[in-house]
């Protein structure tokens, strides 16, 4: 597995892209072809779970489905992801991106977690950030992000506002003590 995959990236505060300011991103694949992660701090316009299953005609009998969709990023958004457990699987559907976490796109798993029935844990995303061949490892090189391991509560919490904040707190970073300028 390379060493981004399964990882936070978290903006820097000179971050210039507004989709991308503040942001916290899970990366989900990382490879010479290029990368693709999931924004996880950032929800979509007014747009609840259960507004999604009700466009998608899903009745919900097991799950309140109050959560809000996230903006996962500016490529495909009205394409959804659904970032979850591991303790979930849709065969040939489940990407693994690591032991702990998986990613799957298919309606399947809306249909599970409308009846309760899906993964233990679990946040569904519009769209998704991706990145052409080097393109993240530039990026990465001109201090846009800094990297940081993920755990649970920052992928799947309800507490987006705070999310990057912890990120940095978690990585022992002062976004105060950051330059928000540019190169000198």
């Not at 899906?118 to 090189?141: F, H, K, N």
């Amino acid at each position: 597995m390379d060493p981004l995959t399964g990882h936070l990236l978290i903006a820097m505060p000179s971050m210039q892209d507004p989709r991308f300011h503040r942001t916290v991103i899970y990366i989900c694949a990382h490879s010479e072809d290029g990368s693709m992660g999931l924004i996880v701090n950032k929800p979509a316009e007014t747009l609840a779970l259960k507004d999604l299953f009700e466009r998608l005609d899903i009745p919900i009998t097991g799950s309140s489905a109050a959560e809000p969709v996230r903006f996962g990023g500016p490529v495909e958004t009205g394409r959804g992801f659904v970032l979850h457990s591991a303790d979930y699987d849709v065969e040939g559907a489940t990407m693994h991106v690591n032991a702990q976490v998986s990613m799957t796109a298919t309606v399947d798993i809306l249909h599970a977690m409308a009846e309760g029935e899906g993964p233990a844990r679990a946040m569904v995303a519009l769209g998704y950030a991706g990145w052409g061949p080097g393109q993240l490892e530039t990026e990465l090189q001109e201090n846009g992000w800094l990297t940081a391991d993920a755990d649970d509560d920052l992928l799947f919490d309800a507490l987006n506002e705070t999310k990057w904040a912890r990120a940095m707190q978690k990585i022992g970073v002062d976004p105060s003590l950051l330059s928000s300028g540019g190169r000198a």
